[in-house]
C-alpha cells in the first residue's frame, strides 16, 4: 500500500526558508521509473506544480520558481524534501507531494500540509 | 507553458446525468516517445487530488468504468456516463508532455 506523508512548519514568516518533508511508503526512490514531486494549492484555488525528483536523482523544477527551490532526497530513510527560500505571502498555501511514475501521472498523493506566510 | 483550457467551469448535474469535461491545450500533448501524457484528477470536498485517468484513457486500479477519458493532440473529454453523489468536487486535467507540468483550473461538478 502506498502513502506519503507531508509534514512542515505550519506558520512562517517572510523572507523566511520553508522546509517539508515527505515521508512515505509502499515504494522506494532507488527503484526504477519512480519519483517523488511536489504540488501546492493555494486556499480555493488550483494546482501549481512545483518539482520533481526521480530515482536517478534528476531534479526538474517550476521554472517560475526554480531560484527559490531545491529538492532533494533520503532513499534510505523514504523521505523526500522541499526548501523555498524566501517566501512571501504569495505561498500561502497546501503543500502535497504525490508519487510520480516515469510512465506518466502522480498517482498517490499525500494529505497536503497548510503552510501560512504571515508576520 | 502549456496551457490547458476546461470547460465548462462549473457543471450541473442530477444524478444518474452523462456529462462531459472538455480539456483543450495550448500545443500538442503527443511526446516523441509516443505516449500522451495528458490526465485527470478529481479533488473531492476537503481531499487530496486522485487519479483517474491517465495517459488520455486507461483507467486507473480502483476507478469505476462510468469514468472514461478520450481524445489526442489538443482536445482531451473526461465523460462520466451516469453521475453519483461521490463524484462531486473539482476535476482537472494535468500535462506532462512539456515541462513544466501544468494543470488546467478545474470543472467543479455539483449536483442540480
Known amino acids: 500500500q502506498v502513502t506519503l506523508k507531508e509534514s512542515g512548519p505550519g506558520i512562517l514568516q517572510p523572507s523566511q526558508t520553508l522546509s517539508l518533508t515527505c515521508t512515505f511508503s509502499?515504494?522506494?526512490?532507488?527503484?526504477?521509473?519512480?519519483?517523488v514531486g511536489w504540488i501546492r494549492q493555494p486556499s480555493g484555488k488550483g494546482l501549481e506544480w512545483l518539482a520533481n525528483?526521480?530515482?536517478?536523482?534528476?531534479?526538474y523544477y517550476n521554472p517560475s520558481l526554480k531560484n527559490r527551490l531545491t529538492i532533494s532526497k533520503d532513499t534510505s530513510n523514504n523521505q523526500a524534501f522541499l526548501k523555498i527560500t524566501n517566501v512571501d505571502t504569495a505561498d500561502t498555501a497546501t503543500y502535497y507531494c504525490?508519487?510520480?511514475?516515469?510512465?506518466?501521472?502522480?498517482?498517490?498523493w499525500g494529505q497536503g500540509v497548510m503552510v501560512t506566510v504571515s508576520s | 507553458d502549456v496551457v490547458l483550457t476546461q470547460t465548462p467551469p462549473t457543471l450541473s448535474a442530477t444524478i444518474g446525468q452523462s456529462v462531459s469535461i472538455s480539456c483543450r491545450s495550448s500545443q500538442s500533448l503527443l511526446h516523441s516517445n509516443g505516449n500522451t501524457y495528458l490526465h485527470w484528477l478529481l479533488q473531492r470536498p476537503g481531499q487530496s487530488p486522485q487519479l483517474l485517468i491517465y495517459l488520455v484513457s486507461r483507467l486507473e486500479s480502483g476507478v469505476p468504468n462510468r469514468f472514461s477519458g478520450s481524445g489526442s493532440g489538443t482536445d482531451f473529454t473526461l465523460k462520466i456516463s451516469g453521475v453519483e453523489a461521490e463524484d462531486l468536487g473539482v476535476y482537472y486535467c494535468v500535462q506532462g508532455t512539456h515541462a513544466p507540468y501544468t494543470f488546467g483550473a478545474g470543472t467543479k461538478l455539483e449536483l442540480k
Open positions: 525528483i526521480w530515482w536517478d536523482d534528476d531534479k
Open positions: 504525490a508519487r510520480i511514475l516515469i510512465t506518466g501521472p502522480f498517482d498517490y
Open positions: 509502499g515504494f522506494s526512490l532507488s527503484t526504477y521509473g519512480m519519483g
